[in-house]
């Protein structure tokens, strides 16, 4: 008997951090099933994967201000769900945001969150395929608040300008 081939399944999700001082901090939710993991959900119809991540993103955790960086990469996994083979593929993009207060998404079954550092974050996360990308999107994040990159511009010290 043939083997069936596996549905294929697209989605696409955001790692938001927040600069606390010198350092990152990254967000992370506690889903349906009770782990810690990742905002991310199925593209609607014509969407890109970076529109996608942005509003499951936004609707996954109630934050509205979120600043895209750039994606990070696509990973993917097998599964099986209600009898059907399922070969999944999540596109990740880098998220920052500066202000707001996050409301997990109770009606699908997001009941907490927590903000960590890269180490933290890394042990709290329930799903391994997910650290690889958790640790990429660190090493954006340390360079992007390294370089203060994505801040906005100080006005100039009128003081120091008077000449």
């Not at 938001?16 to 992370?28: D, K, P, Q, S």
């Not at 970076?50 to 936004?58: D, F, N, P, S």
């Not at 927590?114 to 650290?131: C, E, F, G, M, V």
Request: aromatic share 8%; charged share 30%.
């Amino acid at each position: 008997m043939a083997k069936r081939k596996a549905e294929r399944e697209v989605s696409a999700g955001g790692i938001v951090f927040r600069r606390f001082g010198t350092e990152a901090h990254f967000l992370l939710i506690k889903d349906s099933y009770r782990h810690w993991g990742l905002p991310k959900g199925h593209l609607e119809e014509e969407e890109s994967p970076a529109e996608a991540a942005l509003r499951e993103t936004g609707e996954e955790t109630g934050l509205d201000s979120l600043v895209l960086h750039g994606p990070i990469r696509i990973i993917d996994w097998h599964f099986r769900f209600r009898g059907r083979a399922i070969h999944k593929f999540c596109h990740f993009f880098l998220f920052e945001s500066p202000e707001g207060e996050v409301v997990p998404q109770l009606e699908e079954g997001i009941t907490d969150h927590q903000w960590l550092p890269i180490d933290k974050a890394l042990d709290a996360l329930s799903y391994d395929n997910a650290r690889g990308v958790l640790r990429r999107a660190g090493e954006m994040a340390r360079t992007l608040v390294a370089v203060g990159a994505g801040r906005p511009k100080k006005a100039p010290d009128p003081v120091a300008t008077e000449g």
